[in-house]
């Protein structure tokens, strides 16, 4: 479903076992060469945890290593993550030369337990405009999903449950989004998860080395 030019929501697109199975990869990441942790913007920890593949994000500002957690060189992006990418921009646009032309070079991994949010806010450290892919794992979240002006209204708050992905791109590329709310106990069996919420968003930085 397009809920706005360029936003598309493809409901339940990952299986169980693709759940479980990225819900693996995802607490390896966490547990290093980087590992998880809050980053901290204006002097205030986020509530939300990221670990990031490809290239290291911090607030404003992207690097190949974490400078600010404990230095070491994010791991490589992983090439099954392309074309995953790539798969899903095939699906929401039906353009298959659009999906080629996709390659994400960073993801970033957040860590929601039921108690933690994420405010409004624009995605613009990135210097490509390519779509940003979101996988959802575990417990179901309200989504806020606003407009490119402020983070006031016009906004729409969607569920995203397990297995849900979501491609934002065109002009829903620089929309202001955020997280309201977790449901909590709401995993679905066997996706990998028993409390709390996995996202991770695929994104081409623009950068070269
Ligand atoms: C719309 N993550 O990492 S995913 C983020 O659930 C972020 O962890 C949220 O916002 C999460 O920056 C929301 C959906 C999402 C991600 C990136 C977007 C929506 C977006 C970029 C542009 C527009
Ligand atoms: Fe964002």
Partial sequence: EEIAPGAVWLPGWLTIPQQAWLARQCAQWAAGPVPIRSATVRG????????????????????RDAVDVNGQRVVEFPKWMVRLGRRIVADATGDEDRALAYTPDTALINFYDVQARMG?????????????????????????????????????DIALASGDVFVFGGPSRLAFHGVQKIHAESAPDGCGVEHGRWNITMRETGFAD
């Fill in 44 to 63: 205030h920890p986020m509530s939300v945890k990221t670990v990031c593949v490809g290239w290291h994000w911090r607030p404003y500002a992207y690097s």
């Fill in 120 to 156: 409004m806010h624009q995605d613009k450290d990135e210097k490509s405009l390519a779509p940003v892919v979101s996988l959802s794992i575990g417990d179901t979240c309200t989504f806020r999903f606003g407009n490119t002006e402020n983070r006031n209204r016009p906004y729409r």
